[in-house]
């Protein structure tokens, strides 16, 4: 018999919260980048924990329907703290807003990030006026959709195929779904919230087609939700998570809106037919960045919110005795294996959650010089420049942050065994929910390749024009000695500047590979786009490495930003910042082997040096967990609790979503004309003597079996004789 | 715009299957063993998709209630096959329901597989007869499930804390739940399906502890399906799939049941208190190999079907024209990365395929050689060794093929872009089913570990005691040769033979690092438990090279045996066999420039050559996938029919699912309240001038919050000081 007694785990937890060798609450600052965010974070976490609206007991038995109601509910109760709050106050509501429910997140965040992104984006001061008399700001008479994708055309914005087209003797447009693959498709809050829809559609006038714009058009009448004339829309229905978000499809037939409801900030239609296209195309993809830059901080988050749960429970659940002997069982986070499982996860969503710091302060730089840019100004070519690696970059991260985290979170529930595999322990919709982010805002993998594009642009910038290169590339400025470069050993790996060389070197070498390809196949008579194609799969590797090297630099440099207050924080984030860099080095060693940065025997010790930190960092993965600042609210996981009871809140939870003694839902109907049936075949078997020799019976069978296929067999034959293909 | 038209989809299909470079039907039977197993299948498919309660136009939006009483009437409608089918066709039927509804498997399972099998496994015969009598193959007047996991103990079986106390004064055992952690839980069936439950309990005799046995324990009455006294069932709820099965936890309170109704094939207790432990201990671990067994084929059959949907969808999913003259934008299986996203893991399923009938073939050798086994049997070294070697092979391709595979399902799902997230076209579903695999009979790190130690004890057995190792680890048996080989270059590595001699090389290096590690650490001092736990993972590694290596053989062999009959199955098979050799060669690349057997330059040549491969591949793959022969009603996906039809399938079964025209369900409820609210806020907001200077009122709402924020910091500071942690 084990010693089990209801206070362990307590017990266990305490443990390993005694004597931290540093002071939690400044580690926690500092990934919080400052304290206000942190208070403010946890005042985010008590309004929530204590509003009934945000009450999460009961959300992983909610229906589709109950889901949605629920959520609707939600964003009634935020749009009060929307209309007080200023942008970036707002932000980090959002953040937060997208660990606790990430459904609803994206049903608020269509209103308020991309419909109203659109307007912001695209409409004329005027218009923008307008839309906000109308309501758009307090959803006060209308809620609004973002009718982009459409059933043949996601990623191929361009290609899109809903028509605007102009029509000179009315004044209006006439919107419309000319066939089936035209239908806009997965429009978020179409099925059950919108009024209004900001429509992408090809412009027509005159005959003529000028591109996809954006036009707003009115679904719905708000006083009952009946749909208006023209317009079909239908629910999408069940989904792999989010199911608090009511996606749609819509088609348009001949809808007719005023020219006015065009957004002209950019391409504008005047009254008699002339088209004015936009002096600076490229500008308007900054609001992109916004939905990415959100993304890679929802990745850090999420990240942690797994780890919170999957670390904390591994410090308190005790499997197999050491020997013996043993009072106690072993805790699975004791045993070297679970720490290489967990360990450098750990340390790759501390890893994002610096980089995701890093991308907000880039966003939040561009998206101020952007805002600040007039037609003319001095200062637009280095704008564009900051705007092109603000792209490149929240790209390349946007895609690796997420498809890693999506990884973790399922590593995450591996490691809680069987009890990871429970709904009411938060992994399954964690996944579920996350799932997405690897395919909207830009399919990860064309995302990649964007950022491998660029890389390979600036290389070739930098070899052919000399070019210095901005702070993301500055690692190529000096190539040829980059290229060079070796590890000198344990005395380099064991320093965050030794990783950084060693990063430095392989995303240099694989950069430099995909660009000898692309110059090559460009040289070979290909045309750059068909280059690019030809060459995806060592420009995927090239974004791949390089974005491994740039989070590690984040990190590195947020580590170096700290002084050392004697209070353990900065020593003990080093610790956790080596060992996300040594173990995405082995991760990806071939690289690093392939590169001739790294020896075979210098790889060893990469090995053997990841296997150490992860015995260093366990023994202090309890109190940077705390770090993270998670409430049992938002965790909302029965064996992640911060106190370390698992067993009774689990037990708890489960029994409160399923309560006993309801009667058989389907005994009398189902269960008993089942077992109590007297089918033909028992008789048979009786008869025939199953008691004797079942062996006999068993043969019997097989030989009627192989009869029937060979008469199977046959019939087929002569079917397939007799048609034709 | 686009040359849309409704028929596009169907002729790009079409033109995709005509004139494949290889005998379709021929293939399909080579990947199903023989003519026989196909024909089966597809006898199988017809009988589902003809039988109304195995419809599945409804499945992904039914409740959990409903999916639990569809299963049961499931199962009901399947007993009249079982009970007049031989094991190895019901085996094979089985094999098509995990793909068909992976929770009605499980729970089918529970009592066909795990329940059954228990008694079959550790009854005596006149035991089985008994059980047989009160109707355990019928399932008529019982049903039953398998109490093995509990809270607290889910991989150490030896550790369960249930307790079966023997009563000499009745001749009974009493069932006891002692502690919350010792509570039965995730078993299967136990909250509504289940009569009896076969439950794993410590015995207790005299109070003498022996270890772990088995109990039956009846549960509830039959007649009313109420609960017996001293038991306490619940339900365990909502997981992350797998929904049809009701798994529940049970707590016995002092629960009395005859001394017979302990199996005892291998323990025995006798009226007077004596207990006889089992000569052969080892022999009952035949058991679980089944289970692994069936889920190596899993793994393979699910890969196939999602593939059959990616690869399908891919063919007929245009984005972008290549060129602005192109009349159709491409297929997006024609773009290299995409060719590299999914032809590697199309080479992987086929090859899983393989290695599924490859380890179904050893196992049922194994199962027959363990049956015919007796007591002092000349054989009995040598099944030992069979069952070792079984066992180690099965551990070792459960966890690996298991975790590709629920990998290989995400892949697929992101390579479909947001049509993937679609519940109704099946991935969701399919991955949360599937996650479970890496988690139950055995956790894939555990059985990945198992396996890693199999391969020390035989590396070590060969070089201490010159033993000749059997099929699966003889690529070590001239060791210093195979350590030593080098790969030849381009001749080598586009042969089977040579790839399979680099598999052999660098699984020889992995498993001899980890054997060498442990020798030090046994050498060291180290117990052999702590020395197998402290180099744990270089053990995981050598285990992950060991798999991949034996799958990559089973698939060349099944090449080899096939006749070259001018039907170009063999020549295309082992263009998909030497893909999946090379892919995984990439993919753990760094082991092989470790081991010295490639160059860095031939690893270039490796990459080089699975692109080449990737889109050889990519040619047949839409004939391939049909040779994995899944009707629509499997796959149950409509961006994956057979004809190509994605778009006008997808739209109806959405339609279909999602009725239009009924009444907004919360319009009055929620949205109207909220819509036409008039809050307060918005009345200040107006006196303050929102539409003069938005940027002043930020400001002083920023001023605000940040007095708030201090305020709040200095309260917490307050605070903090007055109370005592």
């Not at 099925?191 to 679904?219: D, E, I, N």
């Not at 088609?251 to 391409?267: C, D, E, G, S, W």
């Not at 840019?373 to 390349?396: C, F, Q, V, Y």
């Amino acid at each position: 018999m084990s010693a089990w007694r209801d206070t362990l785990t307590l017990e266990t937890m305490a443990k390993e919260r005694a004597n931290p060798p540093f002071d939690v609450r400044s580690l926690s600052i500092a990934m919080h980048g400052n304290e206000q965010s942190l208070v403010q974070k946890e005042r985010f976490m008590l309004e929530l924990s204590r509003d009934p609206v945000f009450y999460m007991g009961d959300w992983q038995d909610l229906t589709k329907d109950q889901l949605r109601e629920r959520t609707m509910q939600k964003i009634a109760a935020l749009v009060h703290y929307v209309m007080n709050e200023t942008v970036d106050v707002f932000t980090k509501r959002m953040e937060l807003i997208g660990m606790h429910d990430p459904g609803f997140w994206t049903r608020f965040g269509v209103h308020y990030g991309l419909f109203l992104g659109a307007i912001r984006g695209s409409a004329t001061a005027n218009q923008f006026s307008y839309w906000m008399e109308k309501g758009c700001i307090s959803c006060q008479g209308m809620y609004g959709c973002f009718g982009m994708t459409e059933l043949a055309h996601g990623s191929n914005v361009a290609g899109l195929e809903t028509t605007a087209t102009f029509d000179e003797k009315t004044d209006q447009f006439v919107i419309h779904t000319p066939n089936l693959g035209a239908t806009k498709w997965w429009i978020g809050g179409a099925a059950q919230s919108a009024t209004h829809c900001a429509v992408f559609a090809q412009l027509y006038v005159k005959g003529k087609r000028y591109g996809t714009k954006t036009f707003m058009v009115p679904l719905r009448d708000p006083k009952s939700y009946q749909l208006l004339p023209g317009i079909n829309i239908g629910d999408i229905g069940k989904k792999m998570g989010r199911d608090g978000i009511d996606n749609g499809f819509i088609q348009f037939t001949n809808v007719r809106i005023p020219r006015a409801y065009m957004l002209m900030k950019h391409t504008q239609v005047t009254r008699d037919g002339e088209v004015r296209e936009p002096p600076l195309q490229q500008l308007t993809y900054g609001a992109l960045l916004q939905g990415r830059t959100a993304m890679v901080a929802d990745a850090a988050n999420t990240a942690k919110k797994a780890l919170t749960i999957a670390v904390r429970y591994a410090a308190v659940r005790r499997q197999f005795k050491a020997s013996p002997e043993a009072e106690l069982e072993t805790q699975i986070l004791d045993y070297p294996i679970h720490q290489r499982r967990l360990m450098p996860l750990l340390a790759q969503a501390t890893a994002f959650g610096f980089t995701a710091l890093e991308m907000t302060r880039l966003f939040e730089e561009t998206a101020t010089a952007l805002e600040a840019l007039e037609p003319g100004d001095p200062n637009l070519e280095k704008t564009i420049e900051m705007l092109k690696e603000t792209h490149a970059t929240s790209a390349g991260l946007k895609a690796f942050c997420t498809w890693a985290t999506l990884e973790a979170i399922d590593k995450c529930r591996q490691a809680c065994g069987g009890h990871g595999y429970s709904s009411y322990n938060g992994f399954p919709s964690m996944y579920a929910d996350f799932a997405v982010h690897c395919t909207w805002e830009g399919d990860n993998t064309i995302l990649a390749l964007q950022s491998g594009r660029a890389l390979i642009s600036s290389y070739l910038d930098a070899k052919h024009k000399g070019k210095k290169l901005a702070a993301a590339t500055s690692y190529m400025n000096d190539i040829e000695k980059v290229l060079a470069a070796k590890c000198a050993g344990e005395s380099e790996l064991s320093t965050l500047s030794g990783i950084e060389a060693g990063w430095a070197t392989v995303a240099a070498h694989a950069v430099k590979k995909a660009a000898e390809d692309f110059e090559a196949l460009v040289n070979s008579g290909k045309s750059r786009d068909q280059a690019f194609e030809a060459c995806s799969q060592v420009r995927f590797v090239a974004a791949s490495i390089h974005s491994s090297g740039y989070i590690f630099r984040q990190f590195k440099q947020a580590v170096e930003r700290l002084d050392d207050a004697g209070d353990g924080v900065r020593k003990n984030l080093e610790l956790v910042s080596k060992l996300y860099g040594l173990w995405q080095m082995e991760e990806k060693a071939a690289f690093f082997l392939r590169s001739g940065w790294l020896s075979a025997a210098q790889l060893d010790l990469v090995q053997k040096l990841v296997s150490e930190y992860c015995y260093e960092l366990r023994k202090i993965a309890i109190p940077l967990i705390d770090a993270f600042a998670l409430s049992d609210h938002i965790v909302n996981s029965p064996i992640g609790v911060k106190s370390g009871d698992i067993y009774r809140e689990y037990f708890r939870a489960v029994r409160r979503a399923n309560p006993q003694n309801k009667e058989h839902p389907y005994f009398e109907r189902v269960i008993k004309p089942f077992i109590f049936r007297s089918p033909p075949e028992l008789e048979d078997f009786d008869e025939i003597g199953v008691d004797e020799d079942i062996e006999e019976i068993r043969e019997e069978l097989e030989e009627a079996e192989k009869e029937r296929i060979e008469a199977e067999k046959e019939r087929a034959a002569a079917a397939k004789k007799a048609t034709v293909e």
